[in-house]
């Protein structure tokens, strides 16, 4: 409990020093501290992608890298499970969590929803950077309709 509670503060730190600079930037502005939120992301997502046991980096198919994320890699970040994982079958995948840890605080008022897009660019790199590590390239966006409730579009990019 307590690495949750740490990752969280951390997570909110990166978030806040970053609008910190400027509490108001422009479009260009918000684009790149967001680009460099996914970025961190990424390097870690990579980090973690790096430290898993050789059994399960033999996956055959895309859908059981996107199961190993829903399953065993948002355990090991989030400690619960993603809750749903749709595809259309041609290379794009929706996960969604309803309950998304690092906006059950921000779930509280209507008004914070402008503000959650800011909190979900570390977590699209990082699945970006798990995926490439495991040797899939994607495109990952978040949206969030209603707190704390988002989804992850997965787009992979066949080479």
């Given at each position: 409990?307590?690495?949750?509670?740490?990752f969280e503060?951390?997570?909110?730190?990166?978030?806040a020093e970053l609008w910190a600079?400027?509490?108001?930037?422009?479009?260009g502005g918000q684009k790149m501290n967001l680009s460099v939120l996914e970025g961190m992301g990424f390097r870690v997502g990579q980090a973690l992608g790096e430290r898993l046991p050789r059994e399960m980096l033999a996956f055959?198919?895309?859908l059981d890298?996107?199961?190993f994320l829903c399953k065993d890699l948002w355990v090991a970040v989030f400690?619960?499970?993603?809750?749903?994982?749709?595809?259309?079958?041609?290379g794009t995948?929706?996960?969604?969590?309803n309950s998304f840890p690092l906006l059950i605080r921000m779930a509280s008022g209507l008004q914070y929803l402008e503000e959650a897009p800011k909190f979900?660019?570390?977590?699209?790199g990082l699945l970006r950077g798990t995926l490439s590590t495991l040797g899939v390239k994607s495109l990952v966006t978040a949206s969030v309709a209603a707190l704390p409730t988002c989804k992850f579009q997965v787009v992979i990019q066949k080479s």
């Open positions: 409990m307590a690495d949750a509670v740490l503060f951390l997570h909110t730190e990166m978030v600079r400027d509490p108001d930037p422009g479009p055959r198919e895309e890298v996107l199961k400690q619960k499970q993603m809750d749903s994982l749709r595809t259309n079958h041609q995948y929706v996960l969604q969590d979900l660019a570390f977590t699209c």
